[in-house]
Structure formats: structure tokens, C-alpha cells
T-cell receptor
């Protein structure tokens, strides 16, 4: 099983550039989410989705867009990168039905540096 | 609002000593509670979880946690620390199997020889 796959693993951007972090899962999970991890701040939720066609904002959504056209994919778009978006980004997914326990499965992370 | 508080950003214990990492959540409704561990330069993996039923839950690597509704706490313990336990630990809360998951700020555990 591939699980949750994130690409790229590393990326360097200049201020103002745009890019998309890709996330794909092969576990048929309804729920997908994006977090950013910064020292001393833990994981902060950026956006999440409870199913195809449904997305919602998390704790720190500004500067990021998402869409969920399929169950498998949940890309995160940075429209105009800023140095404050330098971080490690994690995609995570889980089952979303009432019978599940809701634990998250994480990708390996994407380290983004904005100069 | 949903929130999770982890007391102590850094905890240091001697090898063989008790490990206690604290987690409190804000809610009047019992949530789903999780502890995740992150080893250096790796992603997060599930350590243990509380959903319903028994309030003392056991996880991997000898860790356990107890859900205390009256204290809104879910502290993580291990009787005897091992050098391999050095990592960052995150507490997380979820209010239904389909709702968003919020993490605490993390506690870095160091083990002294």
C-alpha cells in the first residue's frame, strides 16, 4: 500500500511565486487535510475536506487554496508565496464514517522554503 | 472552540524513569483523543487513541494514556523511559469521526543516559 503520498518533498520558491503541493491517498478515505508544522507551534490545520466536492477552512487558511475533485487527491495551492509560508507541510487522511475511529494517516511531509 | 493544550514544550527524564506528558482539551462533549509521535525528520504515527469504552488505553512501545472526563485530560505515561523514546509527541482531539482534527503544540521528550 502506498498510503498517503506527497510531492514534492522539498521545494524552494521566491516570494510571489505560486505552486501546488500534491497529496494522493489510495485508502478510499473520505477525510483529507493539510497541516503546517512550525517550531514551537505544533501542527496547525490549514484546510480540510470531508469528501469530494467539500472543503472547509482550518486554523490558518490565509494564502492557501484547496479543491477536492476526486476522493483520492487533495492539492494545496499557494497563490503568491510569502516567507511566512516557509514550513513543513503534512497531508493526512482518515475514514470519515461513523464506524471509524477517525485516526489520521500522514504523508512524509513537504519542506517548503520561500526566499 | 475546539482546543488542545499540552503543558511543557520540552520534558527531559532519565533513562528508566517515569514519562508523563500532559494533555488537556476543551469540550463539554467527550471527544476522540489521540497521541501521535514524530521521530526526527519523519512524519507522524499514531501512538494510541481513545474513542469510547475503557478509559485507560494502551498503545505501542509501552505507552498508555487515561481519559479523565472530570479533568478534561488525556495524559500520556510510560513507566520506564528508553533512549529510543526521544521524539516529539502530539496530543490531538476530534469531536466526531468526520470532523476536523486539532493538534496541541507538541512536547519534545529528551532522555538522559
Amino acid at each position: 500500500n502506498a498510503g498517503v503520498t506527497q510531492t514534492p518533498k522539498f521545494q524552494v520558491l521566491k516570494t510571489g511565486q505560486s505552486m501546488t503541493l500534491q497529496c494522493a491517498q489510495d485508502m478510499n478515505h473520505e477525510y483529507m487535510s493539510w497541516y503546517r508544522q512550525d517550531p514551537g507551534m505544533g501542527l496547525r490545520l490549514i484546510h480540510y475536506s470531508v469528501g469530494a466536492g467539500i472543503t472547509d477552512q482550518g486554523e490558518v487558511p490565509n494564502g492557501y487554496n484547496v479543491s477536492r475533485s476526486t476522493t483520492e487527491d487533495f492539492p494545496l495551492r499557494l497563490l503568491s508565496a510569502a516567507p511566512s509560508q516557509t514550513s513543513v507541510y503534512f497531508c493526512a487522511s482518515s475514514y470519515g464514517d461513523r464506524g471509524s475511529t477517525g485516526e489520521l494517516f500522514f504523508g512524509e511531509g513537504s519542506r517548503l522554503t520561500v526566499l | 472552540a475546539q482546543s488542545v493544550t499540552q503543558l511543557g514544550s520540552h520534558v527531559s527524564v532519565s533513562e528508566g524513569a517515569l514519562v508523563l506528558l500532559r494533555c488537556n482539551y476543551s469540550s463539554s462533549v467527550p471527544p476522540y483523543l489521540f497521541w501521535y509521535v514524530q521521530y526526527p525528520n519523519q512524519g507522524l504515527q499514531l501512538l494510541l487513541k481513545y474513542t469510547t469504552g475503557a478509559t485507560l488505553v494502551k498503545g505501542i512501545n509501552g505507552f498508555e494514556a487515561e481519559f479523565k472526563k472530570s479533568e478534561t485530560s488525556f495524559h500520556l505515561t510510560k513507566p520506564s523511559a528508553h533512549m529510543s523514546d526521544a521524539a516529539e509527541y502530539f496530543c490531538a482531539v476530534r469531536y466526531s469521526s468526520a470532523s476536523k482534527i486539532i493538534f496541541g503544540s507538541g512536547t519534545r521528550l529528551s532522555i538522559r543516559p
